[in-house]
Structure formats: C-alpha cells, structure tokens
C-alpha cells in the first residue's frame, strides 16, 4: 500500500530552484510532524526539514536559509521549495513522518552540477 509519493525532483544548476511536493496518507499525515529526508550515495539518509501540524518549522544547519518547508492540510501534501541549490544538494530526496512511520516512497532524484 502506497502511503507516501513524492515529485518535483530533477536536474538544476548551481545556484537554481526545485519545489518538490509530497502526497501523505491522511491518518498519519494530519496528526504527524512531516519531513524531508535526503540520502546521497555512500551517506546515509537525513532529515533536512521537517514541519508540525501547527506549521513550526525546523531544518538542518546545512539548509538553513535555503529551504522552506511547508504543509496543506486539506490537501495532506507537504512540500519543500529548494532554493540557491548547491552540488553538496544531490540526493534522492524523501518525505516521511518525524519520527518515521510511514512505508518510504520510492523517492525523488535531485541533481544540482553544471
């Protein structure tokens, strides 16, 4: 059963923008803090953002000032506006709750190089 599926995701130059967009199961998604999880090759998988039901946010010292997070909860779809993208970026890109409860979804590709 599919509970989260995730877009947006592509190749950027350095210095560009990406909005990535997560469709959630609704019976975790409104209750849960929501996510943005990255996993590069070789590294292992990190949390870069997450934001509550109430819409605090929080982000890792390396986004900080370059992502906003962001969630509808009549749509139950979080997203994450990418912006001065930086190599250092490229991942696969994942949404989840925080702490993660949901199955994880196949992901979406960021590419930043020029």
């Known amino acids: 059963q599919v509970q989260v599926v995730e877009s947006g995701g592509g190749l950027v130059q350095p210095g560009g923008s990406l909005r990535l967009s997560c469709d959630a199961v609704?019976?975790?998604?409104?209750?849960?803090?929501m996510g943005w999880y990255r996993q590069a090759p070789g590294k292992q998988r990190e949390l870069v953002a997450s934001v509550s039901p109430a819409e605090n946010t929080d982000y890792a010292d390396s986004v900080k000032g370059r992502f906003a997070i962001s969630r509808d909860n009549a749509k139950n779809t979080v997203y994450l506006q990418m912006n001065s993208l930086k190599p250092d970026d490229t991942a696969v890109y994942y949404c989840?709750?925080?702490?993660?409860?949901?199955?994880w979804g196949q992901g979406t590709q960021v590419t930043v190089s020029s």
């Open positions: 989840n709750s925080d702490p993660v409860v949901l199955r």
């Open positions: 609704r019976t975790i998604f409104r209750l849960y803090v």
